[in-house]
Every structure is written in structure tokens, then in C-alpha cells.
């Protein structure tokens, strides 16, 4: 949440064509009585798009998910992972891990309601209900509501104690039990989460899983995607520079300033391109301090992508 957002989603476009890109989580109130298309909007280059949900009304998720399908989004995803405070008191995200019928119910409702897949976030368990019996009662119950493919992030999240940064990095990553997950239900798509840095432990976990999903790597590392297309699709095309990737930038923040915004709203989702290299400070400086200080944005956007240039 706050973090891939329409302009950050646009940017790691430029890096991948064929990456499933996954909104933030947005929680059913939000969309049904907030401002939906603030929350729908997206560019058209950024498919394949998946929606995240946040919610446990099985009524409320369908009408959203007919939101997404109507909005042209290729998936909608129910967030069974988030172990938020905020969310738990609304009945969302990890703590649903407790109530595996109430998201078969969900999932139900969101599959009568659209065409588009429906897919399921979630974790290896949570406090007090982490034992592999538990989490193939979870599995079997959504997966009687015809959800075939699961998003697995393989960590419990502990309910109490832990903020949610704790309990991304706290509780350790057991890959087995989600390898043994795919191992007993064969016939389901298990995409595996958490923990993961480079292309070649994705190439190696594709040898177990029928996909991975990368989340603060892609974030924090974003030119790590660069080369997604070629070693993981097979794509036979040249890698894209840092430089051409902020270059193809440049139009999208024009018509983002023109309508009233302001660049590091854009930009701050692309201080990790610079991760690596001598320059990296001072590129990172010119996008998130002096940003704010000049009446020449642009101008400072071309500074930044010279200091790629010479990487």
C-alpha cells in the first residue's frame, strides 16, 4: 500500500513487458465509497493488470470485482497475506487465514460475479493456526470455491506484537512447506512469495513453482526487471539501459505536471534505478531533495538520466 501505485506500476512497465503488475491493495470501503477511480485508474500499457483487494463482505467483493472486470483489469486478487493492525480490525488480510469458508465464500461470490481469474494471496499460516494441516484445510476449502491459483508467501504472520515490516522480515521464510503445498495439490497454480532477490533464485524456484512473485526487491532494486522479459519469457530483444528506461519517463511526467501534479510523485518510485553504481547518492538526491526545491523539474529529470547515462 502507497507503494505501487498507477505511476510507480507505468515505471517498472518501461523495465518489463510480460511482468504481472499488482495494484496496492485496496480494501472494498475504499472502492465502493471513496473515489473509485482514483483507485482504478491505470495507463493501458500497464497490462497484464491485476486488482488487490482487501475485504471479507463476500456481497461488497463481488461488486468489486465486477468494478475491476468493467475497468479492463486482467485479474482480481484477494489479499489473504496482510497482517496490518488497521486491516485485522476490519476483518482483512492475514487474520481470514483463521476463516477458510468465509473466503471461500468470498471467492465464490467474486467468480459469480466476473469472467476474469480469481486469485488468492496468502501466507504459510498465522500465530496459533500455523500447522501444515491448517493450511491445507485453507487451500481445500478456497479451492472448492474454484480458486486454482494461490499466491504464496511463505512466512506466517504473527497477529500481535509484530508491525508489518516485522512480519515480512521476522518470521522465516519456509519455502518447503510451500513446496510441499505444490507437491500435494498438483493441480493448482502456486506462485511463490517472499524473500526473493535475483533472477537466478527465480529460475531456480520455477523448477518447483509455476510462477514467483517479487515485491520489495522489485520495489527497492527495480532494474532487477530489466531482464525478467529475456531469462524468465524468453524474449529475444536487447536489455534496456537505466538511462532509456528514465528517458521513457520523460513524457509521462510532462502530462503528469501539466495536469497539476507534482514530479516526485513520479520520481520517488524510481530512486532504486540507480542502486549499484557510482552516483547513486546523488542521483537519488536530485530526485527526492532538490525536486522540491526547483522551478525547473524537467531540468532536473535530464540531470538524472545524464548520471545514468555514463552506467
Request: proline share 5%.
Amino acid at each position: 500500500m502507497d507503494w505501487t501505485d498507477r505511476h510507480c506500476r507505468f515505471f517498472l512497465r518501461q523495465l518489463s513487458s510480460r511482468a504481472l503488475l499488482y495494484t496496492e491493495m485496496v480494501t472494498t470501503g475504499a472502492l465502493l465509497h471513496g473515489d473509485t477511480q482514483r483507485f482504478l485508474r491505470y495507463h493501458d500499457c500497464e497490462h497484464p493488470l491485476a486488482l488487490q483487494l482487501g475485504g471479507s463482505n463476500p456481497a461488497d467483493l463481488a461488486a468489486c470485482a465486477r468494478l475491476a472486470q468493467a475497468h479492463g483489469y486482467d485479474e482480481v486478487n484477494l489479499n489473504v497475506g496482510c497482517p496490518s493492525d488497521r486491516v485485522q480490525n476490519n476483518m482483512i488480510g492475514a487474520c481470514l487465514m483463521g476463516h477458510p469458508q468465509l473466503v471461500a465464500d468470498c471467492v465464490r461470490a467474486m467468480r459469480d460475479a466476473v469472467d476474469i481469474p480469481v486469485t488468492v494471496k496468502h501466507r504459510i499460516g498465522i500465530n496459533g493456526r500455523d500447522s501444515y494441516a491448517e493450511l491445507c484445510e485453507f487451500v481445500g476449502t478456497v479451492r472448492e470455491a474454484g480458486c486454482t491459483s494461490f499466491t504464496v508467501h511463505a512466512r506466517i504472520a504473527i497477529l500481535e506484537g509484530l508491525s508489518p515490516k516485522e512480519n515480512r522480515e521476522i518470521p522465516p521464510l519456509r519455502y518447503e512447506v510451500a513446496a510441499q503445498l505444490k507437491q500435494d495439490f498438483p493441480d493448482l497454480e502456486i506462485i511463490l512469495n517472499g524473500g526473493i532477490k535475483t533472477l537466478e533464485e527465480c529460475q531456480q524456484h520455477l523448477q518447483t513453482f509455476d510462477g514467483v512473485m517479487l515485491g520489495r526487491e522489485a520495489y527497492h532494486n527495480p532494474y532487477l526487471l530489466a531482464q525478467v522479459d529475456q531469462q524468465l519469457f524468453g524474449l529475444d530483444r536487447p536489455v534496456i539501459s537505466r538511462a532509456e528506461a528514465l528517458t521513457r519517463m520523460r513524457p509521462y511526467i510532462e502530462r503528469h505536471l501539466a495536469e497539476g501534479g507534482a514530479m516526485h510523485h513520479i520520481t520517488r518510485h524510481v530512486l532504486g534505478l540507480a542502486q549499484g553504481f557510482p552516483g547513486a547518492r546523488r542521483f537519488r538526491q536530485l530526485l527526492s531533495v532538490d525536486v522540491h526545491k526547483t522551478s525547473d523539474p524537467l531540468a532536473l529529470l535530464d540531470q538524472a538520466i545524464e548520471l545514468l547515462a555514463g552506467h
